[in-house]
C-alpha cells in the first residue's frame, strides 16, 4: 500500500484541529495513519479550545489491508468500494491520496454527495506519476491526475497545496 507524502501531515492536522469535527470518516485508510494521528492528537481532553473527535470511521476497499493495528485504530471499518457505499453523516471526511485513483466522474460522484454531509478533506499529488497495483491491490492503480480547475465547483475552505500535493478542505456552498 503505498504511503502519503509525511510533509503533508501538518497541514492535515492543522485544519483538523481548525474546525473540530467531532466525528470523522477516514475513506482509504490504507495503514491508518490519519485514524491514528487523530486518536493520537483529538480524541483525549487536553487543554485548549476544542472539541474531542468522538468517532473516527474508516473505510476501506481492500480488506487484506486491515491488520489488528487498524481494528485498533478505528471505532469501525467499513470494507466496500466508496462508488457503491451509502456514507452515513460525519463532520469530516477525509480523502487522502486516495481521489487519483478515480476517474473524474467517480470523484465527483463521491463529493457531490460528501459535500452535502460534512466538509472534506482531500489531498491529492500534484504529479501521480505511474502507478499500477501494488501488493496485490488493483484499486491501487492511479487513474486521474487532478488538477486546481477540477474543484472550482466546490467552496474551497482552506487550500494549503504545496509543490508535492494539492490539500483542499471542500465546504457546502
Known sequence: ???????NIPSIIQMIAK????????IGIGRGKYGFLVKEYFHKDVEGDWKPVKKVDGLEIF??????????????IYIDNA?????PKYDMYLIIDVLEHWNIDEGYKII??????????ISTPTN???????HGN????HVTQWL??????????????????????????
Open 148 to 173: 486546481p480547475p477540477f474543484f472550482n465547483k466546490y467552496n474551497i475552505l482552506e487550500d494549503w497545496s504545496n509543490d508535492a500535493s494539492f490539500i483542499y478542505l471542500l465546504g457546502k456552498l
Open 1 to 7: 500500500m503505498p504511503s502519503s507524502y509525511p510533509e
Open 128 to 134: 501521480i506519476g505511474e502507478q499500477g497495483a501494488a
Open 138 to 141: 488493483e484499486w491501487e492503480r
Open 63 to 76: 480488506p487484506e489491508y486491515i491488520t489488528d493495528l487498524q481494528r485498533n485504530i478505528y471505532d469501525h
Open 112 to 121: 457531490d454527495q460528501l459535500v452535502e454531509k460534512g466538509n472534506v478533506l
Open 19 to 26: 474546525y473540530k469535527p467531532e466525528s470523522i470518516m477516514d
Open 83 to 87: 462508488l457503491n457505499f451509502d456514507f
